[in-house]
């Protein structure tokens, strides 16, 4: 008796174990659950972030003062990734108005910079880093503007939660200190970095308690003095010093003239689906084009794993992109024809390109008829949404730290090309071509989800892939991030690279070996590659339930939580 409820336990056991990894084995990804909740939700790249976010908004702050703590904490516990040295964007619907609104806070190029410096230098690129490669920071301006919209608690209270943190301490996380060991051997040789971020000589490892009191004094007299403090203050004449002493040109005037600006969203409808992006100097129109494209075949019955989609996918991206090198830049400089680009009537063109048996090695953009990253969003219960991306461009910057200011400045002028007559040719005063992108969908008119995926180029293919995965493949908002995804590299690029090779194809693991054959097959070139896929965070809104469901990466150290 004994021996046989011992063999009804084992075997019981066991099939409750093979039930319990249906979800693993009954896939080509792992994913988890969603998480659910009624009066507010957070979802960041750092638990920690997404902890004050959810403070704030216990405390009665909005989403929009939320969303402002959350990145604030992510300037420091994440600064290989963004910082008040970088630029913001954001997407904000307004529960009030029932409106979205979209907030373009990047900075411009230094007025006393003209292209005949780096020609006459023999420069055919800007710069990657240095302080040739700075433009203006924008982001402690963009918080105040949202802030001053939509805010209901003081920057004070907003910002304490990171001053604490800066100056007492708070422990690195592994994927954090892999990315500061990598940037020490590229970046400690600029002035003060070492001083900022390697006090012992060396960058903090998995676990080590970091501090950072300049930051922490700076976030002190950005809540008490205000945006002023540091766009007219001591602080901008600090980066006006640090950066002509280091052979730059941005100026205490550059500083003091710069103002995010209030723009309105644009969209594009995929199947009953209305997507949502900023327009340039950003790239994410690029969203709405390739899904444009891809409307004009059955992607659902093709599947995700599928040679035809993936080759699909890759030939929009290619097609957008070409266009992307050629017009996306700043719109107060040149004519950008975003309403002929996101038309359905271009995309039904540009479609007719595509051979669905061949890659193609490059495509010619199209004559429309007129002339590393973080991303969070935050959810409250009155249902407001915001969906913010803030960077400070190839993971810490241009390298330029201010002395005893606790950040390093972007390098964000790279984006300009030096070749003539181009749209985003470099010019004083210009915004450079700028590669961060919020995401938002509303059905019916009502809010359905605010989302992003970080990571360079491979935004814009990352936000149509959680598109695609949701409403053609049916997954839900965790699963959508946790699925394998499609990078293709190579297309030309709005710094004046030009592509003529079709470029490469990166699939993440899990996709099948028979796959990959048939796209070889077609001419894609395939490369296997541990990254960089992007980071995503998700929160959807149920109207049925009236609650919450947030998604955060599963390849990074993100966390979704809400109460």
């Known amino acids: 008796m004994k021996k046989t409820t011992i063999l009804l336990a084992t075997l019981l056991l066991s099939t409750l174990q093979v039930i319990s990894q249906d979800r693993i084995t009954g896939h080509n990804f792992a994913t988890r659950s969603e998480v659910i909740s009624q009066n507010g939700m957070s979802a960041t790249s750092h638990p920690l972030a997404t902890q004050i976010a959810l403070d704030i908004l216990k405390q009665g702050g909005s989403a929009v003062d939320a969303a402002i703590a959350a990145n604030a904490a992510l300037g420091l516990m994440e600064p290989t990734g963004c910082g008040i040295g970088g630029d913001l964007f954001a997407i904000i619907r307004d529960a009030e108005s029932k409106q979205l609104h979209g907030l373009n806070a990047s900075g411009k190029s230094p007025k006393n910079l003209d292209i005949d410096y780096f020609l006459e230098n023999g420069y055919e690129y800007i710069p990657q880093r240095g302080a040739l490669s700075v433009s203006v920071p924008g982001t402690v301006d963009g918080w105040f503007e949202m802030h001053k919209k939509f805010g209901k608690i003081s920057m004070e ?65 950005i809540a008490r003095e205000g945006r002023d403090a540091f766009y007219k203050g001591d602080i901008a004449r600090t980066i006006e010093a640090y950066i002509k002493e280091n052979g730059g040109f941005l100026s205490y005037e550059d500083m003091a003239a710069h103002k995010s600006e209030w723009i309105n969203p644009v969209s594009a409808n995929y199947r009953g689906y209305d997507v949502w992006q900023l327009p340039p100097n950003g790239q994410g129109i690029a969203v709405l084009q390739i899904l444009n494209i891809l409307e004009g075949y ?27 090198a050629i017009y996306y830049a700043d719109m107060d400089f040149s004519p950008v024809p975003v309403e002929r680009l996101i038309s359905k009537e271009y995309a039904a063109e540009r479609r007719e390109l595509i051979n669905p048996d061949r890659a193609a090695r490059q495509y010619d953009p199209g004559i429309p008829e007129s002339p590393n990253t973080i991303y969070l969003t935050v959810a409250d219960k009155d249902g407001n949404m915001v969906s913010l991306i803030q960077s400070n461009y190839r993971g810490m910057g241009s390298g330029m730290t201010p002395p005893e200011l606790g950040f390093v400045i972007q390098n964000r002028g790279e984006g300009f090309t030096l070749k003539p007559d181009r749209f985003n040719t470099y010019e004083p005063g210009k915004r450079p071509f700028h590669t961060i992108i919020p995401g938002f969908i509303t059905k019916d008119d009502k809010p359905y989800m605010s989302f992003g995926v ?82 995503y965070q998700a929160i959807m809104w149920d109207p049925v339930n009236e609650t919450y469901y947030g998604a955060s990466e599963s390849r990074k150290d993100g966390q979704a939580a809400g109460y």
């Open 157 to 221: 209270d907003i910002l304490k939660p990171s001053i604490e943190y800066a100056r007492n301490g708070f422990p690195v996380t592994e994927l954090i200190a892999y990315y500061l060991e990598r940037s020490a051997p590229i970046l400690q040789g600029f002035p003060n970095f070492k001083e900022t971020y390697m006090a012992d000589g060396q960058m903090p490892a998995k676990g080590e308690i970091f501090r950072n009191p300049y930051l922490a004094n700076t976030y002190e007299t």
């Open 298 to 324: 059955d992607i659902a019955s093709m599947g995700l794993y599928s040679p035809e989609y993936i080759h699909l996918f890759v030939e929009a991206k290619k097609l957008a992109f070409e266009d992307r």
């Open 454 to 535: 970080m990571g360079g180029a491979m935004q814009p293919q990352g936000h149509a892939q959680i598109v695609v995965n949701m409403i053609d493949f049916g997954m839900n908002l965790q699963e959508a991030g946790d699925a394998p995804r499609i990078q293709h590299s190579g297309s030309s690029q709005p710094t004046g690279q030009q592509m003529s090779d079709g470029g490469v194809v990166r699939l993440e693991t899990g996709f099948p070996y028979e796959t990959i054959r048939e796209l070889m097959k077609k001419g894609h070139k395939i490369e296997w590659a541990v990254g960089p896929f992007g980071g």
